[in-house]
């Protein structure tokens, strides 16, 4: 769940990086001389000096690494999709019981397989997966 939550966030924040954060900034392109539809006519509109408040993920600096992070997560994502369809695919592995988790490539393998032949088959599965920097084993061998 929290997965698929960071997911979006990264994809939304990408999105609004690609916009280049105007959109992200409130304002929006067209005639910005005219004031917004809900302002009352008693009431000050924005003036331009206001501008320079806006906030700070529409800078560039943060904008770029915000991009980046979400580039990382969505790298992240598919990786770890790519290592479970591998896993379910391996013939002759029962993968169920094993638990995928993926950060800045480095894979972590949890949950448990029912033998030792099982585990080094899922790690060298893993492992043969292109992307794949690090593999953490903190599979338990048990027998169901």
């Known amino acids: 769940m929290k997965t698929t939550q960071t997911f979006r966030t990264a994809l939304m924040v990408a999105a609004l990086?690609?916009?280049?954060?105007?959109?992200?900034?409130?304002?929006?392109?067209?005639?910005?001389?005219?004031?917004p539809a809900n302002n009352a006519s008693s009431m000050p509109?924005?003036?331009d000096g206001d501008k320079e408040k806006l906030p700070a993920a529409s800078t560039g600096a943060k904008a770029d690494a915000s991009v980046d992070n979400a580039k990382q997560s969505v790298t992240d994502s598919a990786l770890t999709t790519k290592i479970k369809?591998?896993?379910?695919?391996?013939?002759?592995?029962?993968?169920?019981?094993i638990h995928v988790k993926t950060k800045d490539r480095v894979v972590n393998l949890t949950g448990s397989v029912t033998?030792?032949?099982?585990?080094?088959l899922a790690l060298d599965t893993v492992r043969s997966v292109e992307?794949?920097?690090?593999?953490?084993?903190?599979?338990?061998v048990s027998s169901r």
Do not use: E, F, H, I
């Open 85 to 97: 369809t591998k896993l379910l695919a391996t013939k002759d592995l029962k993968s169920t019981g």
């Open 17 to 35: 990086a690609a916009a280049g954060g105007v959109y992200a900034a409130g304002t929006t392109t067209s005639d910005s001389t005219m004031p």
């Open 115 to 120: 033998s030792q032949d099982q585990r080094q």
């Open 131 to 140: 992307g794949v920097d690090t593999v953490s084993d903190n599979l338990k």
């Open 45 to 47: 509109s924005r003036s």
